[in-house]
């Protein structure tokens, strides 16, 4: 009998397959184990070891979070926004030492140090992708050169970090063959940055970004003949009058790219004649934010591959030049905001077609909105933007035929007639801005049907009415603002349906009825302001009850000014909230046109709350109405408040100790009210029940001799306050407010903050940050107040202006602090005798923050 497993031509395949099986298995194993150990190395070489929890050892590398394997190993490792607070260095001995690595993403992983690599260290010859984007590296950028020893690297992220030119980068360039090249928001600001970038060779880069720099001098990638995109904007680049090295500098710029951002330089005067003649390949041109000016050549008709042309933010003149951009068949963004266009918007600019954003806010055209604009049944036009000009007229009910239209901004005009409601069929608008116009009649119901209705804006017009119940339907509404119209009837209760509702703006109209508690519903409100009008009943307690709960992150980036009022006798409220995009600041006045209030003080920026999902509302403002009884111990729950005003009501009782909670609050106004009060501590009770009749007596004793003390010290403190009156009126120095703003903005970055809701991007005229402290509250009494200003002496005083006079004040524990002894002139004596009411007994301590106001006056007993 022949044996089972015989020799032969088939066993021998058998055996070599096997053992080329095992093989494979081994380099794989020993392949993992050489994975392993490095990426345990990394963990253990960070210092805090509770991050990366599941990279332990005895596991396959490949279950690692962050890690993928293919093949033999680790090929990619995928560490974002994970806080590594490591240094590169670390990264270089183990991450880039893996054999078989192609991706390593660590962007805002806190990584520091300098691009280098200790001696022994190798980079993976695979590596094709390196993210090192929004850390904290410094050094030179030459060090970046030491990332040659990655042989096969082609895309490399290094935005955002501390890189700085040297001035003396070496000769011999880069030498990377990068296709991606990323280095913008560093510290870059040598002349020489572009020819070291350049210097080792560009044949295979296709992408540089240099933004957010300030590097200067010269920009020649012509020689870079693959390069598509080139972004250096924001940087120091210049072009003065036009000579041969502008035409060459112009002409390298263009010739590769296919997209050409040039925007925040320093690009003035007219535009030459030769950019206009290399741009038949440009697919995206840039150049807003720079000096340039003149009427736009018409050699741009000549750029009739562009997709998106921007020239924003210059100080382009003449007539709308629709011929150069009729020119421009794949035509789809048009930028021309912030210039000093002018003249009437052509009907033809309807033959753009394939336009979907049209930006001409910030100009000065004038004449009506064309009736035309969206007769053409296939436009696709999804943004337009024609606020801030000289237009008149009615809004045309044409708009509805633009049916792919998401936001339309017409604020800042001169429009008459009433909101069309056939602007109800545009299905798919998100924001409806029409604020500061000569808008009459009612909101129209149809705008209930718009489900995707985001922001309602109507500010500043002459619409009367009722609110739309309707309105509810718009389930994503998250900003309705119709303050300073002729508004009447009472709020909806079905807002309070709006899971999504931040910000509720219905000041200076004519509603009356109660505050719905169903608005307590409302799971994300942080703006509330209700001031001016005739709302009665109570302040609802539910209005709070999501305080600690709310996140509004959605709205997070949106650009708003906060204009504070100047407290005169007309002016009502404590400011004004406005949506402020693409809008000229000078231009502010025009709102005092429609408006008793003079702003004497202008914040800026754009929305950014810092709270996730632990906020509360940080505006409240129902001064101004009918409201009664009590204050709710409620409000005691919202820690992010910054504004509290409930003036100018007829609110009674005790003020809640809970107010003690509101460690954010930053303004606070319960003036002009019935009868307000802090409570005095109780009796304390007896564990005897036979003592019960000698503690009452107890008690109305201590209250009549309460009383008494009240009745004296605030006879003492009214004398003592006309007393400092007389004083401080010959000797005091009249300061301009602008100057006490200033002090204040540098005082309030004294400590800690905790910002809650950030002014990203104002400009230093627009520099006060309405911030929040973390300080604990003080504890002050009249006396210590007294002590810490030297009396009010005329030397403590820094600052006068609208609303008082402000002291500097050092406190026992040698704190500075600045005390504002607030003025609110009705009736000049009664006025000055009621300016320093006392809150309640002698013993009773008020709680105040550094830097916050408080207005008590205009209280009884």
Not at 92 to 103: D, H, I, Q, V
Not at 425 to 440: P, T, V
Request: net charge positive; aromatic share 8%; glycine share 8%.
């Amino acid at each position: 009998m022949r044996p089972l497993f015989a020799s032969g031509p088939f066993f021998s395949h058998l055996i070599l397959i096997s053992l080329i099986s095992f093989e494979a298995a081994f380099v794989a194993s020993s392949s993992n184990n050489r994975d392993s150990q490095l990426l345990l190395g990394f963990k253990a070489s960070l210092p805090d070891q509770s991050v990366l929890q599941n990279w332990v050892p005895n596991q396959d590398p490949c279950s690692f979070s962050g890690v993928t394997c293919q093949g033999s190993g680790v090929s990619s490792v995928e560490l974002g926004y994970t806080l590594l607070n490591t240094d590169f260095h670390s990264v270089a001995a183990f991450l880039l030492a893996l054999k078989n690595l192609e991706y390593l993403s660590l962007m805002k992983a806190g990584i520091t140090g300098n691009i280098s690599f200790r001696s022994g260290s190798k980079c993976s010859s695979l590596l094709t992708t390196l993210d090192l984007s929004q850390n904290t590296l410094s050094g030179p950028v030459s060090t970046v050169s030491a990332l040659a020893s990655c042989s096969n690297l082609k895309f490399l992220n290094l935005s955002t970090n501390s890189l700085v030119s040297s001035g003396g980068e070496e000769s011999r360039g880069l030498q990377l063959s990068l296709e991606v090249l990323d280095l913008s928001f560093n510290k870059l600001s040598a002349v020489n940055v572009v020819p070291w970038i350049l210097h080792g060779g560009c044949n295979e880069l296709k992408h540089l970004a240099l933004k957010g720099n300030e590097i200067a001098g010269e920009i020649d990638v012509s020689n870079c003949r693959k390069l598509k995109i080139l972004d250096v904007s924001w940087n120091n680049f210049s072009m003065g009058n036009p000579s041969l090295e502008a035409a060459q500098l112009w002409n390298s710029l263009i010739s590769p790219a296919i997209i050409l951002y040039l925007a925040d330089n320093k690009f003035q005067g007219q535009v030459p004649l030769y950019l206009t003649e290399a741009c038949s390949t440009l697919v995206e041109l840039v150049l807003s934010s720079n000096n340039l000016s003149g009427m736009l050549p018409t050699g741009f008709a000549s750029c009739s591959s562009l997709k998106s042309f921007d020239v924003s933010t210059n100080n382009f003149t003449g007539r709308l030049p629709i011929e150069i951009f009729q020119n421009m068949n794949s035509l789809k963004k048009l930028g021309l905001a912030f210039n000093y266009f002018s003249g009437p918007l052509p009907e033809s600019l309807s033959s753009l077609f394939n336009l979907e954003a049209l930006d001409l806010s910030s100009n000065r055209f004038s004449g009506s909105i064309p009736i035309s604009l969206c007769e053409n049944p296939t436009n696709r036009l999804q943004v337009l933007y024609l606020h801030n000009n000289i237009l008149i007229g009615s809004i045309p009910a044409s708009l509805s035929n633009c049916s792919q239209l998401v936001s339309l901004h017409l604020s800042f005009n001169y429009l008459t007639g009433t909101i069309p409601t056939s602007l109800g069929a545009l299905s798919k608008l998100k924001d409806l801005r029409l604020w500061l116009n000569q808008l009459h009649g009612e909101i129209p119901r149809e705008l209930s049907y718009i489900q995707t209705l985001e922001t309602l804006i109507l500010d500043f017009n002459e619409l009367s009415g009722a609110i739309p119940s309707g309105l509810s339907n718009c389930t994503k509404l998250n900003w309705i603002s119709l303050s300073n119209n002729r508004f009447t009837g009472e709020i909806p209760a079905s807002l309070g349906k709006l899971s999504s509702h931040a910000i509720l703006k219905l000041s200076n109209n004519s509603f009356y009825g109660r505050i719905p508690p169903e608005l307590g519903d409302c799971q994300s409100l942080i703006w509330l302001d209700l001031n001016t009008n005739y709302l009665n009943g109570t302040i609802p307690p539910v209005l709070f009850k999501h305080s600690g709960k709310i996140a509004v992150n959605f709205i997070a980036g949106k650009r708003y000014m906060y204009a504070k009022n100047d407290g005169s006798k007309e002016c009502h409220g404590s400011g004004n909230l406005l949506e402020f995009s693409g809008i000229r600041q000078e231009q502010l006045g025009r709102i005092s046109s429609q408006n008793p209030c003079n702003f004497t003080r202008v914040y800026g920026g754009h929305t950014q709350p810092t709270f996730n999902d632990n906020g509360s509302m940080i505006f409240l403002d129902l001064s101004y109405n009918l409201l009664l009884g009590a204050i709710p111990k409620e409000i005691g729950t919202m820690p992010y408040l910054f504004i509290l005003n409930l003036g100018h009501n007829n609110i009674s009782g005790t003020i809640p100790q809970e107010i003690g909670n509101l460690k954010g609050l930053g303004i606070l106004d319960l003036s002009y009210n019935r009868s307000l009060w802090f409570p005095s501590p109780p009796c304390e009770n007896s564990a005897a029940a036979s003592g019960s009749e000698h503690r009452k007596s107890h008690c109305r004793q201590a209250s009549l001799a309460g009383s008494v003390a009240m009745g004296l010290l605030f006879s003492l403190f009214c004398i003592f306050g006309v007393i400092i009156v007389i004083v401080e009126t010959k000797k005091r120095r009249k300061k301009q407010e602008s100057s006490l703003d200033v002090y204040m903005d540098s005082c309030s970055h004294s400590g800690a903050t905790n910002t809650s809701w950030k002014l990203t991007g104002a400009r230093e005229a627009l520099s006060i940050n309405l911030a929040t402290f973390e300080k604990p509250l003080r504890k002050f009494t009249f006396a210590d107040l007294l002590e810490a200003t030297n009396g009010f002496h005329d030397d403590s005083l820094i600052g006068s202006g609208g609303f008082g006079d402000v002291y500097k004040a050092q406190l026992k524990d040698g704190s500075v602090v600045a005390i504002k002894k607030l003025i609110h002139i009705v009736d000049k004596v009664t006025e000055k005798r009621r300016r320093w009411k006392p809150l309640g007994r002698s013993s009773t301590r008020t709680s105040f923050h550094s830097w916050v106001t408080v207005r008590w006056v205009r209280n009884g007993f």
